[in-house]
């Protein structure tokens, strides 16, 4: 019995497609330099169109987050405005009227009043500006006082978060027209 010598399986499919009259792919292989070449690409796409989108997602992601912190969604809120009893402390200061938000308007007129050429209007609207900031002082005072008792009264003695009677303080001395996150009450109607 005479040894017929193996044909690799791949070497008959060769031969076949060339019998047949098919030739290869129709082009030569690509040496491993071209290749690695082909392959090779930044580590960092520094491109003017990559820039520009990650510009345009990062402006995007910013207004996204505004707007959320500005309606009050707890996702876009600083720690400082998280949770359930600073969102009471907002509604609550939000819903009345406080001395705080005048400060402002005042300290202008007292700025206007100083370009008056007479003495007396000037030093009068000093201390009338002190005295002012004296009764804000005292309004800041008593709401805090209000708004601990208040979210005492809601949320249980021993659950009280700490700070929310300063936090209270510091949004009555601001413009209801800036403050963040914004009132989402109005004016007289009074929290849960």
């Known amino acids: 019995m005479a040894k017929t010598p193996a044909v690799p399986a791949s070497e008959d499919a060769a031969a076949e497609a060339t019998a047949s009259g098919a030739s290869g792919k129709g082009r030569a292989t690509p040496s491993r330099a071209e290749q690695e070449a082909a392959r090779k690409r930044p580590l960092?796409?520094?491109?003017?169109?990559?820039?520009?989108?990650?510009?345009?997602?990062?402006?995007?992601?910013?207004?996204?987050?505004?707007?959320?912190?500005?309606?009050?969604?707890?996702?876009?809120?600083?720690?400082?405005?998280?949770?359930?009893?600073?969102?009471?402390?907002?509604?609550?200061?939000?819903?009345?009227?406080?001395?705080?938000?005048?400060?402002?308007?005042?300290?202008?007129?007292?700025?206007?009043?100083?370009?008056?050429?007479?003495?007396?209007?000037?030093?009068?609207?000093?201390?009338?500006?002190?005295?002012f900031i004296l009764f804000v002082?005292?309004?800041?005072?008593?709401?805090?006082?209000?708004?601990?008792?208040?979210?005492?009264?809601?949320?249980?003695a021993d659950r009280i978060e700490k700070g929310l009677g300063w936090y209270a303080a510091m949004r009555t001395i601001q413009m209801r027209f800036m403050r963040l996150p914004k009132p989402q009450v109005k004016r007289g109607q009074h929290p849960a």
């Open 44 to 131: 960092v796409a520094d491109t003017k169109e990559a820039k520009a989108r990650a510009r345009a997602d990062l402006a995007q992601q910013r207004e996204k987050a505004r707007l959320g912190m500005a309606s009050g969604d707890e996702r876009f809120l600083p720690v400082r405005d998280k949770g359930p009893q600073r969102r009471f402390v907002r509604d609550f200061v939000d819903s009345g009227w406080h001395l705080g938000e005048a400060v402002m308007p005042a300290m202008v007129l007292v700025i206007v009043a100083t370009f008056i050429p007479l003495p007396a209007i000037q030093y009068y609207s000093f201390i009338a500006l002190w005295i």
């Open 137 to 156: 002082i005292g309004d800041m005072i008593i709401t805090s006082i209000r708004v601990k008792k208040a979210a005492r009264d809601k949320f249980g």
